[in-house]
């Protein structure tokens, strides 16, 4: 049955390995003449505009990284609005030569292609009808794509009563052509880094507005894709959000007949690439007793370590910035300068990217290698985080500089970098306890431990850029250390070339997040 299997996910994993002979004769080149237009727009609805002087979010960045709770707050639209905005929303623009325009969104995105989309099931939210809505961050606006409550309909879809009494749910999908017109099949790894990365933006946020976020990873995907009128072969649900105070249960909606909105065509023409369609079958669930059995478990015990230990700093309590200040200076570094960072720097990243998430699963599916340069305080060398001890085990010190660049497909920036994070995961133990969706997790929760590695980073006086990578190349680096390990993301930390800072969108300088 798909979502119990396993052997899909492994096959796909090897299928789209990165190795300096497939990247060399991949032939691959991008075609900009149907390069996906950044934003999903609803043609038949009409647009809801949003508030633009937000709710407070004033939190500091590591408090709410490490889970620190506002009271509780009723939803109402102004806090859904600022949730949405530190999320997913634009918030500024940078023009290049020939006059090309380029808007940057509160959360990375692998090339910057945004492929992932944001739903809101609302329920019980001040100022805003019950139904199915739909965030464009490009006109900051909602459109209304149902007029019935459908959170009992997710509810049911997830195998989880407690999501139907929830204010709303955010429902996260991803666009596969946003993303494969650059990376291929391979691009099924980047929905849930990409989505990680957001998801880390809404733990944060939401848990700063007061909103106790909730993440659900298991559902009946083909009863989800139904609600939100996605269409599976383009589109797919990852990941739900409860959101607000819990209420009395969502009305049953009863059978919610098919939607087909019309929408604005991404490009003039489209490449399928059946492996990503095939993974994303692979790892659906199809009942609700399914996703009853997929779900719970627990996290691989951690591995034992071998090597010495080099103590860390406890990790900075206070970023100094507040959350909403620190998304929106945040923007992937593109140059890393040569001055190093502190072992305080480090040690909080580590931690910061290392902390549980409220979610239907366990954390702790990934473990972090590094490769330090220049780290003041931690000599350079390849090295284990040992999150229980907060400390690194040492694998081999030395100078990795260039080894760094080559690892990362030989970018330079991994190698200016003054540490990277490589994500590595035990992806055979993990398929044997949660079949082909397995692999969703173990690459969802990269993406979200990059994501809070980023938040810290910008939360202080340093940058990150996610990366990618020679798949075995970083196995066999880090042994014996990483024996039964696959390798799944990589994120560069260091200090970032200083530019001029783009202006803050027009349209968004008259937003106000307090």
């Given at each position: 049955?798909?979502?119990?299997?396993?052997t899909a996910?492994?096959?796909?994993?090897?299928?789209?390995?990165?190795?300096?002979?497939?990247?060399?004769?991949?032939?691959h080149?991008?075609?900009?003449?149907?390069?996906?237009?950044?934003?999903?727009?609803?043609?038949?609805r009409?647009?809801?505009?949003?508030?633009?002087?937000?709710?407070?979010?004033?939190?500091?960045?590591?408090?709410?990284?490490?889970?620190?709770?506002?009271p509780?707050?009723p939803?109402d639209?102004e806090?859904?609005a600022?949730?949405l905005?530190?999320?997913?929303?634009?918030?500024?623009?940078?023009?290049?030569?020939?006059?090309?325009?380029?808007?940057?969104r509160a959360?990375?995105?692998?090339?910057?292609?945004?492929?992932?989309e944001?739903?809101?099931?609302?329920?019980?939210?001040?100022?805003?009808?019950?139904?199915?809505?739909?965030?464009?961050?490009?006109?900051?606006?909602?459109?209304?794509?149902?007029?019935?409550?459908?959170?009992?309909a997710?509810a049911?879809?997830?195998?989880?009563?407690?999501?139907?009494?929830?204010?709303?749910?955010?429902?996260?999908?991803?666009?596969?052509?946003r993303?494969?017109w650059?990376?291929?099949?391979?691009?099924f790894?980047?929905?849930?880094?990409?989505?990680?990365?957001?998801?880390?933006?809404?733990?944060?946020?939401?848990?700063?507005?007061?909103?106790?976020?909730?993440?659900v990873?298991?559902?009946?995907?083909?009863d989800?894709?139904?609600v939100?009128?996605?269409?599976a072969?383009?589109?797919?649900?990852?990941?739900?959000?409860?959101?607000?105070?819990?209420?009395a249960?969502?009305?049953?909606?009863?059978?919610?007949?098919?939607?087909?909105?019309?929408?604005l065509?991404l490009?003039?023409a489209?490449?399928?690439?059946?492996?990503?369609?095939?993974?994303v079958?692979a790892?659906r669930?199809?009942?609700p007793?399914?996703?009853?059995?997929?779900?719970?478990?627990?996290?691989?015990?951690?591995?034992?370590?071998?090597?010495?230990?080099?103590?860390?700093?406890?990790?900075?309590?206070?970023?100094?910035?507040?959350?909403?200040?620190t998304i929106?200076?945040?923007?992937?570094?593109?140059?890393?300068?040569?001055?190093?960072?502190?072992?305080?720097?480090?040690?909080?990243?580590?931690?910061?990217?290392?902390?549980?998430?409220?979610?239907?699963?366990?954390?702790?599916?990934?473990?972090?290698?590094?490769?330090v340069?220049?780290?003041?305080?931690?000599a350079?060398?390849?090295?284990r985080?040992?999150?229980?001890?907060?400390?690194l085990?040492?694998?081999?010190?030395?100078?990795?500089?260039?080894?760094?660049?080559?690892?990362?497909l030989?970018?330079?920036?991994?190698?200016?970098?003054?540490?990277?994070?490589f994500?590595?995961?035990?992806?055979d133990?993990?398929?044997?306890r949660?079949?082909?969706?397995?692999?969703r997790?173990?690459?969802?929760?990269?993406?979200?431990?990059?994501g809070?590695?980023?938040?810290?980073?910008?939360?202080?006086?340093?940058g990150?850029?996610?990366?990618?990578?020679?798949?075995r190349?970083v196995?066999?680096?880090?042994?014996?250390?990483?024996?039964?390990?696959?390798?799944?993301?990589v994120?560069?930390?260091?200090?970032?070339?200083?530019?001029?800072?783009?202006?803050?969108?027009?349209?968004?300088s008259?937003a106000?997040?307090?």
């Amino acid at each position: 049955m798909p979502g119990n299997d396993g052997t899909a996910a492994r096959r796909f994993h090897e299928r789209t390995t990165h190795t300096p002979a497939s990247v060399r004769t991949s032939g691959h080149a991008l075609d900009w003449d149907v390069k996906p237009f950044p934003f999903k727009v609803y043609t038949d609805r009409p647009a809801i505009e949003l508030p633009r002087s937000f709710a407070p979010a004033t939190m500091d960045t590591l408090e709410a990284i490490a889970g620190a709770a506002a009271p509780e707050a009723p939803l109402d639209l102004e806090r859904l609005a600022a949730l949405l905005y530190l999320a997913a929303g634009v918030t500024r623009k940078k023009v290049y030569g020939q006059g090309v325009e380029v808007l940057f969104r509160a959360a990375a995105s692998t090339g910057a292609l945004y492929q992932t989309e944001v739903y809101v099931a609302a329920g019980e939210v001040a100022g805003l009808a019950p139904g199915l809505y739909h965030f464009c961050p490009g006109d900051f606006t909602l459109r209304r794509l149902r007029d019935e409550d459908v959170r009992g309909a997710l509810a049911a879809a997830a195998a989880d009563p407690a999501l139907a009494r929830r204010a709303a749910t955010i429902a996260l999908t991803a666009i596969y052509w946003r993303n494969t017109w650059k990376y291929q099949a391979r691009g099924f790894r980047h929905l849930f880094w990409d989505s990680g990365t957001m998801l880390a933006n809404v733990i944060a946020a939401g848990g700063a507005l007061g909103l106790g976020p909730a993440i659900v990873t298991g559902f009946v995907d083909a009863d989800a894709n139904h609600v939100l009128g996605v269409d599976a072969q383009r589109e797919t649900t990852l990941e739900l959000v409860g959101i607000g105070p819990a209420g009395a249960p969502a009305p049953d909606p009863g059978p919610l007949p098919a939607i087909a909105h019309e929408i604005l065509p991404l490009s003039s023409a489209e490449v399928d690439y059946p492996a990503l369609r095939e993974m994303v079958e692979a790892s659906r669930l199809e009942t609700p007793a399914a996703v009853r059995a997929w779900r719970g478990g627990a996290a691989p015990a951690p591995r034992p370590a071998a090597g010495a230990r080099v103590t860390l700093p406890a990790p900075r309590a206070h970023a100094g910035r507040t959350l909403a200040e620190t998304i929106q200076r945040r923007g992937s570094t593109r140059q890393f300068a040569p001055t190093p960072i502190t072992s305080d720097d480090l040690a909080t990243a580590l931690w910061a990217a290392t902390r549980p998430v409220p979610a239907d699963v366990p954390s702790g599916l990934v473990e972090l290698f590094l490769i330090v340069n220049a780290v003041e305080g931690v000599a350079p060398g390849a090295y284990r985080y040992l999150p229980h001890e907060h400390a690194l085990e040492t694998i081999e010190a030395g100078q990795f500089r260039e080894r760094a660049g080559f690892l990362c497909l030989e970018q330079p920036i991994a190698a200016a970098a003054a540490a990277v994070i490589f994500f590595l995961a035990p992806l055979d133990a993990l398929i044997a306890r949660w079949g082909d969706r397995a692999y969703r997790l173990a690459n969802l929760e990269a993406g979200l431990a990059g994501g809070r590695a980023y938040l810290a980073a910008y939360g202080g006086s340093f940058g990150a850029s996610g990366l990618t990578f020679y798949d075995r190349l970083v196995v066999e680096f880090f042994a014996p250390a990483s024996a039964g390990l696959d390798a799944i993301f990589v994120t560069a930390l260091g200090q970032s070339v200083r530019a001029p800072r783009p202006p803050i969108i027009d349209r968004l300088s008259r937003a106000r997040v307090e």
